[in-house]
């Protein structure tokens, strides 16, 4: 079965072809980084108006690569929420359009699933069960992963999410849009343990995270400081964020028992993030999963995957309708079909 994945949820247009005998045959990805850059930030008008201007010359570009005309494909999966509203309609529009004139179905993806998944589609990949990390610009959460559409939510941020963290933070440093990366590079030349910062909630005995006070004490050491040394200040608080993610997957491993990790989303390309899990976990002689570079952000690979999963194990995707959900949780995907997830539903 061939299913061609949309993703249109913020600033990325990503789309995919994927087989669920051959694998993955093709994927695009569109970033509007460049153009975005010149506002600080996301502008969404601007971002639904990219998207429409890029998702059919690459929907023909990935059938090109893939070998594979319109006619060859047997369903669409569209990334259905949550995102931009804007983004979103673009997307579902196009799958839905096109879905229906091929005479097949079109799925709508929850944008987290596709990200859960993502490190399915590396090699080696995971078995279930697993834990975890979801980890990208607007989510830090630690799930139990059992199967799919069999998902737990063990923590997450009760404040800013770790890759808004990042780019708060190099906007403070004066690296501009997007200031994850650009930090992460500035980092690599400092001294980490040269300032005193805080790793919030790294012993608080939950799995909930919070990095807003280590981005307030990011500002407050800056107006003392200044930025001659800003290289440090980049490696101080990636190190704090690091300490803080890594303590947390292995508290929830020792919580549950299991043996397995897997980081997902943008902040899982993290070079310092991926070497400490990589010796904490080798020590503890567990094993940890990520996706393809080019897999964590976002991108059609994952939602087409996704929709692949779903279909081979007869898992309903949302709840059929046409429509899109900008706030969705995860959860309400788990409750939509309680016999299958093994979720029960809520009182």
């Not at 690459?58 to 090109?64: G, Q, S």
């Not at 403070?172 to 343990?193: Q, V």
């Not at 807003?212 to 040394?229: D, F, I, P, Q, R």
Request: aromatic residues 6%; glycine residues 14%; hydrophobic residues 45%.
């Amino acid at each position: 079965m061939r299913i061609l994945g949309v993703e249109s949820s913020c600033d990325e247009t990503g789309l995919a072809v994927f087989d669920t005998e051959a694998g993955l045959l093709a994927h695009g990805v569109h970033s509007q980084v460049a153009m975005h850059a010149e506002y600080g930030g996301v502008v969404p008008e601007l971002a639904s108006r990219d998207h429409i201007r890029r998702v059919i010359p690459l929907t023909r570009a990935v059938l090109k690569q893939a070998g594979l005309g319109l006619a060859d494909l047997n369903a669409i999966a569209y990334t259905r929420g949550p995102g931009l509203a804007g983004a979103l309609l673009v997307g579902a529009g196009f799958a839905n359009a096109l879905a229906a004139a091929l005479g097949i179905p079109a799925l709508g993806i929850h944008h987290l699933e596709g990200h859960l998944l993502s490190p399915l589609l590396a090699d080696p990949r995971p078995e279930f069960p697993f834990i975890a990390l979801l980890v990208s610009g607007g989510h830090t959460q630690l799930m139990r992963v059992d199967g799919v559409g069999r998902y737990q939510l063990l923590g997450e941020t009760v404040d800013d999410a770790a890759g808004e963290a990042f780019d708060k933070t190099a906007q403070l440093l004066g690296l501009g849009y997007p200031g994850g990366p650009a930090l992460s590079k500035l980092a690599d030349g400092g001294h980490p343990y040269r300032f005193k910062l805080p790793r919030p909630m790294l012993n608080s005995g939950d799995l909930e995270f919070s990095f807003s006070g280590l981005k307030t004490a990011v500002l407050t050491l800056v107006k003392k400081e200044g930025l001659e040394n800003k290289a440090d200040i980049a490696a101080g608080f990636q190190a704090a964020v690091v300490d803080v993610l890594a303590g947390k997957c292995l508290a929830a491993l020792k919580q549950t028992g299991l043996k397995r990790l897997v980081v997902a989303g943008g902040v899982g390309a993290n070079r310092a993030l991926r070497a400490r899990l990589d010796v904490e976990m080798a020590q503890r002689h567990c094993l940890v999963f990520y996706p393809p570079l080019d897999l964590c952000t976002d991108n059609g690979a994952m939602i087409a995957f996704a929709g692949g999963m779903r279909l081979g194990q007869g898992l309903p995707a949302a709840d059929g309708r046409f429509g899109i959900r900008p706030r969705w949780e995860l959860a309400e995907l788990e409750r939509a079909d309680p016999g299958r997830s093994g979720v029960s539903p809520p009182a």
